[in-house]
């Protein structure tokens, strides 16, 4: 079993940068694929990011592409999503989950979830 600890949400101006980690426990991190997804009030979880197991393979969300950058330390048991130039329409709950299919954008793929960290941007 894995539990997910998401942290570093918070609020920022447009244009702001904000790191979000995603703390793993056990021993068998370095086999999961992680993802990174979003929800705002009132729509549905939308993928954002996800990363291969060793890192080495990364896919985004048309949104974020060229802004956010997912990477992981497997020796540290901890995933990230560094998010640049955001923007207020990122305003969310941001999760972290992880998953033995790689890349995978869809949530029911992921087996494990945390318990989200907001990120609110003001305009």
């Known amino acids: 079993q894995v539990q997910l600890v998401e942290s570093g949400g918070g609020l920022v101006q447009a244009g702001g940068s904000l790191r979000l980690s995603c703390a793993a426990s056990g021993r068998t991190f370095s086999s999961y694929a992680m993802g990174w997804f979003r929800q705002a009030p009132g729509k549905e979880r939308e993928f954002v990011a996800a990363i291969s197991w060793s890192g080495g393979m990364t896919r985004y969300a048309d949104s974020v592409q060229g802004r956010f950058t997912i990477s992981r330390d497997n020796v540290k048991n901890t995933a990230y999503l560094q998010m640049n130039s955001l923007k207020p329409e990122d305003t969310a709950d941001y999760y972290c989950?992880?998953?033995?299919?790689?890349?995978?954008?869809?949530?029911?793929?992921?087996?494990?979830w945390g318990q989200g960290t907001q990120v609110t941007v003001s305009s």
């Open positions: 989950a992880a998953s033995q299919v790689s890349l995978t954008s869809m949530g029911r793929m992921y087996r494990y």
